[in-house]
């Protein structure tokens, strides 16, 4: 069973209704875990308390931090043969960026070369064109969400359900 590395977002309250209405109508996992950007993904089980380890180490070291998502886009993923709607923030704080790359460093060092997002997950699709059409509909309705990332969450996740869940708050404030 997989071990993820998340950070759940803090939203305004009405930001947080429009993401859910999408997430209910679009996301499988609306019910399993809050709106949130991935760090580390689907490392083995085995690895588990390393990566609690991890990120009670690096999340001590840095502050809460704020992003504003401000566009939709549709990325295919080809493991799982289905296409995903996103939010992109506009731009990605330097703070979040390190953070990444050191829980990705010290866990899956290839994952450390791989570019990093930090988009917020609203849907998964079997065709790409009802993909698109969603997507160009929250674009036309404007994205102007901001979030706060103030802890991380390291996940056993069986694919259906979280069976174990550690949370560990960010080691600053900003």
């Known amino acids: 069973m997989p071990v993820f590395v998340i950070a759940p977002l803090t939203l305004q309250e009405a930001d947080a209704r429009r993401i859910a209405t999408f997430?209910?109508?679009?996301?499988p996992h609306v019910g399993i875990v809050p709106p949130h950007v991935t760090l580390v993904f689907a490392l083995d089980d085995g690895l588990e308390d390393r990566a609690?380890?991890?990120?009670r180490?690096?999340?001590?070291?840095?502050?809460?931090?704020?992003?504003?998502?401000?566009?939709?886009?549709?990325?295919?993923?080809?493991?799982?043969?289905?296409?995903y709607l996103f939010l992109m923030p506009r731009e990605?704080?330097?703070?979040?960026?390190?953070?990444?790359?050191?829980?990705?460093?010290?866990?899956?060092?290839?994952?450390?070369?791989?570019?990093?997002?930090?988009?917020?997950?609203?849907?998964?699709?079997?065709?790409?064109?009802?993909?698109?059409?969603?997507a160009r509909d929250v674009n036309d309705e404007g994205v102007n969400i901001p979030a706060r990332i103030e802890a991380l969450a390291v996940l056993r996740f069986d694919g259906t359900d979280v069976l174990s869940r550690v949370d560990v708050p960010l080691g600053g404030t900003a």
Not at 52 to 55: E, F, G, T
């Open 52 to 55: 609690v380890a991890r990120v």
């Open 23 to 27: 997430r209910k109508a679009h996301d």
């Open 92 to 134: 990605i704080p330097p703070g979040l960026v390190e953070l990444d790359r050191r829980l990705n460093t010290g866990l899956v060092p290839e994952a450390a070369e791989a570019g990093f997002d930090a988009h917020l997950s609203l849907g998964r699709f079997q065709e790409r064109v009802l993909a698109d059409a969603v």
């Open 57 to 83: 180490g690096a999340a001590a070291a840095f502050s809460a931090t704020a992003l504003r998502y401000t566009r939709a886009a549709v990325t295919r993923d080809y493991e799982n043969s289905a296409w």
